[in-house]
């Protein structure tokens, strides 16, 4: 057997990669709606996915899906209709957390997005217009954009096709598809591991 390449070790016990899917338009809605949430629980030593979360959401302020948001996410609306809302999916997230042992005080880990988006602006916005609070979890994360650019010397204008074409990988799935979107930005960050990146922090405290 091949020995496993190793890498130096990590910051975080565990990363978990994040990217939403909303309702959107060309002009913009507003306000926009999660309607995709996956979470991919990746070990910080293997860099392997260890588990996955994935809900649609069902969006309540405007419940219709528009063509252009089909067109774009491939989600249709028999997905997201008489799926749970978002305080109810944001429930079972916590579930979940609880379930892989991530709420230890122990245990190291931090969210990863494809831009500062999904956890700057669309999960805040989205609680504030519904009242609901926002988990401490949330509130920091690793924006892989800054952090391919801290490692390659160059920012990926278009995102994770940039980036899997700046490391000579091949793209996983559909564009904009919230957990092929997850599973390349797992691809992305093994990727970077074994070339000796360290992740770090990029979000500024709230």
């Known amino acids: 057997m091949?020995?496993?390449?190793?890498?130096?070790?990590?910051?975080?016990?565990?990363?978990?990669?994040?990217?939403?899917e909303a309702t959107c338009?060309?002009?913009?809605?507003h306000p926009q709606e999660i309607?995709?949430?996956p979470?991919?629980?990746l070990n910080g030593r293997t860099m392997e996915i260890e588990s996955t979360f994935h809900m649609y959401v069902q969006p309540v302020v405007h419940p219709q899906l528009t063509p252009?948001?089909?067109?774009?996410?491939?989600?249709?609306?028999?997905?997201?209709?008489?799926?749970?809302?978002?305080?109810?999916?944001?429930?079972?997230?916590?579930?979940?957390?609880?379930?892989?042992?991530?709420?230890?005080?122990?245990?190291?880990s931090i969210f990863v997005t494809c831009g500062d988006w999904d956890l700057k602006v669309m999960l805040p916005g989205q609680c504030q217009y519904l009242g609901l609070p926002v988990a401490d979890y949330f509130k920091?994360?690793?924006?892989?954009?800054?952090?391919?650019?801290?490692?390659m010397g160059c920012w990926p204008?278009?995102?994770?096709?940039?980036?899997?074409?700046?490391?000579?990988l091949q793209h996983i799935g559909r564009p904009h598809s919230g957990i092929d979107d997850c599973k390349n930005i797992a691809n992305i960050m093994k990727t970077l591991a074994y070339r000796g990146f360290i992740f770090k922090q990029t979000s500024k405290p709230f």
């Not at 091949?2 to 939403?20: E, I, N, T």
């Open 2 to 20: 091949a020995a496993m390449m190793s890498f130096p070790p990590q910051r975080y016990h565990y990363f978990l990669v994040l990217d939403f």
């Open 25 to 29: 338009d060309k002009p913009q809605i």
């Open 35 to 37: 309607i995709e949430f």
């Open 39 to 41: 979470i991919l629980k």
């Open 68 to 108: 252009f948001c089909t067109e774009l996410t491939g989600i249709i609306q028999a997905m997201v209709d008489g799926q749970p809302s978002l305080q109810q999916v944001l429930e079972r997230v916590d579930e979940w957390m609880a379930k892989e042992g991530l709420l230890d005080p122990n245990v190291k």
């Open 140 to 151: 920091q994360w690793i924006n892989l954009k800054k952090a391919y650019s801290f490692a």
């Open 157 to 168: 204008k278009n995102g994770l096709l940039d980036m899997n074409k700046g490391l000579s």
